[in-house]
């Protein structure tokens, strides 16, 4: 059985939903603190032919927090994100479909971060065909005082896993002898280019999933998911 764990992202890039859909289990942190400066409440978007960062306000809060407790700031409108994607996208092939999808979940009833960027993936899995089941690490039964490496090869222990794999961001943070001295493969997965035309301009690449759906029907995306990729 193959399994990841990724922190949760606010509409991740094509390679997040590779990484899904290559296991056959998908763990998602929400008991690991928040990171100021990443991309768990942050993305890139295409706009006026420039890569343009939106995000989801947070409400002020400890730094040592973990991602399930911190929620949203309470003047977080959805429909002003809206419009910005709206601005940015609206002459784009496929609008109408992936906006149906931003905003079913823009407009969740949640003011938890970590809800919200659950609803979100879930959404976007349904949407691209993943069905790879998503459980929360919470729900996992292993001491949740473990960081790092070790805690990643609990929760693979517990969950059964012979193979464990990561994004190629991650190659420095584990060690494959210590994995395969619990019988675990470590295999790391390395996207390759999914190159498409955005308005005819040059193409800015790796921007969030809402781009890739913007110019590309589902598909053609889910065949990239799927094959556009190398397992190191």
């Not at 998602?28 to 890139?44: E, P, S």
């Not at 390395?190 to 308005?199: C, G, V």
Request: glycine residues 6%; aromatic residues 12%.
């Amino acid at each position: 059985m193959k399994l990841a764990i990724m922190q949760p992202y606010f509409f991740p890039y094509i390679g997040y939903f590779q990484l899904i859909a290559a296991v056959d289990l998908f763990v998602v942190y929400d008991n690991i603190q928040y990171t100021k400066k990443g991309w768990i409440n942050r993305n890139r978007i295409l706009l006026n032919g420039s890569d343009t960062v939106i995000s989801l306000p947070l409400k002020k809060d400890s730094d040592i927090l973990d991602v399930r407790e911190r929620e949203l700031a309470a003047d977080f409108k959805p429909g002003k994100l809206l419009a910005q994607l709206d601005g940015a996208y609206r002459k784009a092939p496929y609008f109408a479909h992936t906006m149906a999808l931003v905003e079913s979940t823009l407009r969740q009833d949640t003011r938890n971060l970590f809800a919200f960027l659950h609803h979100s993936l879930v959404a976007s899995c349904a949407h691209l065909g993943i069905t790879t089941p998503i459980q929360v690490s919470s729900g996992v039964d292993i001491d949740h005082a473990l960081t790092g490496q070790d805690k990643v090869l609990a929760i693979c222990k517990a969950a059964g896993a012979q193979t464990y794999v990561n994004a190629i961001g991650g190659q420095s943070l584990y060690a494959s002898e210590d994995f395969l001295r619990e019988g675990i493969d470590l295999r790391f997965i390395r996207s390759k280019l999914f190159a498409y035309e955005q308005f005819g301009a040059p193409f800015v690449p790796w921007l969030s999933l809402i781009d890739v759906l913007m110019f590309n029907p589902v598909a053609q995306v889910r065949a990239a998911i799927d094959n556009n990729y190398e397992l190191l």
